[in-house]
């Protein structure tokens, strides 16, 4: 055991070991900060009413808005370039402290205006006090580019953690003595200068100030389309958030933003642990085209097989979900949890063709999708949520996301070498078992009517993950779906990238 452990910290030189080693990190990074997440949620969900979270969502919208539109893109180009990257680290780092500064004083200056738009006038000191977090996040130190590019997660959980302790230890003490939502805001502001705090303890290089036109133009030429991305994203996901507060008020944002968290801690986890891993991982197999098919495909089949019972679970039990661990005062937000659930299956597998063509090099291919999501959004979320509050702005966000991400597929099927069908064997038995799944929670639920209470929810979660396992047994009896061939094959592949020995990247600090 001890020297398991010491394998998780020492440097390694094989790729195909970073990998792996980088994915085991990564899944503990994910489920360290999740399971923070929920305990400080709920605590917060009993301490707090659904206005003042709906206060503190108007901050963090507004902070997320400033900073994503002048989102620079250079890290995701530090990281997918091949050559060394010493020598733009400067450069890159300037630009980000100058962005930081600059939009920091801006959006404290626009806050009142900003908030007015939002009808939550009341929320202007929060969002001037959240916009000193947009200066200090400027002042990282950007050399931790090097925990991704070289899979170094290690470090990377160290970074990330730092954050999630002091916000959640820091924010449940606060909110106990203070009682309000600005507990909230100090304790994010104190957790992200100690995140600044170990960037510059978990790396040594210490980034100076200067700007070179020639090495920031050509960061820009790749990070435009990853700025556009992040634009157009930021877009997507928070388009439904504004026209919730627009049109039916703080309160509901509040609620709806507590399902949208809840939906995305449960169904689309898997996808940010190993979107993580993947882009990095693609860069380094950028030329290697042979192996493109079967780790794409194999990617998606173990995605699909853990993500879709998540959800196929928590959709019919999202009112017991809510009633036991949130309690009576959320209950309104039901129906838009279920819709925000299915649309979070959709993206766990989605989303994993995102980290391909940036890592390919083609990060305008994401781009274009995600424009062509926004204006389909846009186009559907504006009325269904007049008529139809937060259920038709979740509804919006399953529709249009469906029908932009199977074209997403096509695109991907035709770079990578494979077919619809492919894609549509790999998904097949996990959907249906999950179906299978849902189904007996359901037939469960109308025979006995349990009770809304942690034991019955404890069982019919066991109940759901029981049948679910079943079915994929029965599933590959009878119509031979591959599981331990699936499994099987992910393991020959890793023996197998432990074996072909890769060359250090140069440039390493």
């Known amino acids: 055991m001890l020297g398991k452990l010491r394998w998780l910290w020492r440097p390694e030189q094989n790729t195909g070991r970073r990998i792996l080693r980088a994915g085991l990190w990564i899944f503990i990074l994910r489920a360290s900060l999740r399971g923070f997440s929920a305990i400080k949620t709920i605590i917060l969900a009993r301490l707090l009413a659904p206005h003042d979270f709906g206060l503190f969502g108007v901050a963090l919208l507004l902070l997320a808005l400033v900073d994503v539109f002048t989102y620079t893109g250079f890290r995701n180009a530090l990281i997918q370039r ?19 500064a600059v939009l920091g004083i801006a959006l404290a200056l626009a806050a009142p205006w900003v908030a007015a738009l939002l009808g939550a006038s009341e929320a202007t000191e929060l969002v001037r006090a959240m916009a000193l977090a947009l200066f200090l996040n400027g002042l990282v130190n950007i050399a931790i580019v090097y925990f991704d590019k070289e899979l170094e997660m290690q470090r990377r959980f160290l970074y990330e953690i730092s954050y999630s302790v002091v916000d959640v230890v820091l924010g449940i003490v606060l909110v106990l003595i203070m009682r309000n939502v600005w507990a909230l805001v100090i304790s994010s502001l104190a ?17 100076r100030p200067r700007l070179e036109r020639e090495k920031a133009m050509a ?19 928070n388009l439904s958030d504004v026209l919730v507060s627009r049109f039916a008020g703080v309160a509901a944002l509040g609620l709806y933003r507590m399902a949208h968290n809840l939906a995305e801690m449960a169904t689309t986890e898997l996808t940010v642990i190993t979107n993580q891993v993947l882009f990095p991982t693609w860069a380094m197999l950028q030329s290697r085209r042979e192996v493109w098919r079967p780790a794409f495909l194999r990617a998606l089949s173990i995605i699909a097989l853990l993500s879709f019972p998540i959800g196929a679970i928590l959709i019919p039990l999202a009112y ?9 005062k959320w209950l309104p937000m039901v129906a838009a949890f279920q819709l925000l659930i299915a649309n979070g299956m959709i993206r766990s597998v989605s989303t994993t063709i995102g980290p391909f063509f940036m890592g390919m090099g083609r990060p305008e291919i994401g781009t274009k999708l995600m424009f062509a999501k926004l204006i389909l959004l846009a186009a559907m979320a504006i009325p269904m949520t007049i008529w139809w509050g937060m259920v038709g702005a ?33 998904l097949l038995f996990p959907g249906l078992s999950a179906l299978a799944a849902a189904g007996a929670i359901v037939a469960l639920d109308i025979t006995f009517h349990p009770q809304a209470r942690l034991g019955e929810l404890v069982g019919m979660v066991a109940l759901g993950g029981f049948v679910y396992l079943l079915a994929l047994v029965v599933c590959w009896k009878v119509f031979h779906y591959n599981v331990g061939g699936l499994l099987g094959g992910a393991r020959r592949a890793a023996m197998a990238a432990r074996n072909a020995d890769v060359p250090e990247r140069e440039g390493r600090i």
């Open 82 to 100: 091949q050559d060394d990257i010493k020598s733009h680290l400067d450069t890159a780092w300037t630009v980000e402290v100058i962005r930081g």
């Open 191 to 207: 957790a992200t200068a100690v995140r600044v705090g170990a960037s510059y303890v978990l790396h040594p290089y210490r980034p």
């Open 219 to 237: 960061l820009f030429h790749f990070g435009k389309w990853v700025f556009a991305s992040y634009i157009l994203n930021y877009a997507v996901r």
């Open 320 to 328: 017991d979900v809510t009633k036991v661990v949130l309690g009576d």
């Open 394 to 426: 979740a509804a919006a966000l399953l529709i249009s996301s469906s029908i932009v991400d199977v074209a997403g597929f096509v695109i991907a099927n035709r770079m990578v070498g494979t077919t619809s069908m492919d894609v549509v064997r790999v």
